[in-house]
C-alpha cells in the first residue's frame, strides 16, 4: 500500500496555486487563467460572455488534468471559480476516485495559505491506496 498523493488548490478566476504535499515547504505551481476582462472588453455583451466562458473552460482542463494525478484534494478561495471547478470534476468520470473538497476562505496571506493547507492535511484522515 502507498500513501494517497494530496493536493490543495487555491484557486480564483485569475489563477490558481497548487500545492502539493510532499515537502515542506510546499511546492507550489502556478496555472494562469487567460480571462482579461480588458483583453475582451471590445467585444459585444454575448461576444464578450462567449469568449470568458470559453476562456474559463481551458482554465478549467488545465487544472483538471493535473488534479487527475492526485487521490485527495481541497480546493480553496474567495471566490466561486472553486464550485465551478468543483462542478466539472463531478462529471469527470476519471475523477470518479479522487476525494475533492471545496472550502470556502477569505483572501489569505502566502503564510495564512500554509498553514491552511498544513492544518487541512493533518487533521485530515490519511488516504491509503492500495
Known amino acids: ?36 476582462k480588458n483583453t475582451i472588453a471590445h467585444h459585444n455583451e454575448k461576444s464578450m460572455y462567449s469568449k470568458e ?7 478549467y482542463k488545465k487544472l483538471v488534468k493535473v488534479i487527475r494525478k492526485y487521490d485527495s484534494v481541497v480546493l480553496f478561495g ?5 464550485s465551478e471547478l468543483f462542478n466539472i470534476i463531478k462529471t469527470d468520470h476519471l475523477l470518479n476516485n479522487v476525494q475533492v473538497e471545496v472550502v470556502q476562505t477569505d483572501k489569505m496571506t502566502e503564510n495564512q495559505v500554509n498553514a491552511f493547507v498544513r492544518n487541512y492535511f493533518t487533521s ?3 488516504f491509503v491506496k492500495s
Open 1 to 36: 500500500m502507498k500513501e494517497a498523493t494530496k493536493i490543495a488548490v487555491w484557486i480564483d478566476h485569475n489563477s490558481a496555486h497548487l500545492m502539493e504535499l510532499k515537502s515542506e515547504p510546499f511546492e507550489v505551481k502556478t496555472i494562469e487563467s487567460n480571462f482579461d
Open 53 to 59: 466562458q470559453h476562456l474559463m473552460e481551458q482554465y
Open 78 to 82: 474567495p471566490t466561486d471559480a472553486k
Open 124 to 126: 485530515f484522515p490519511k
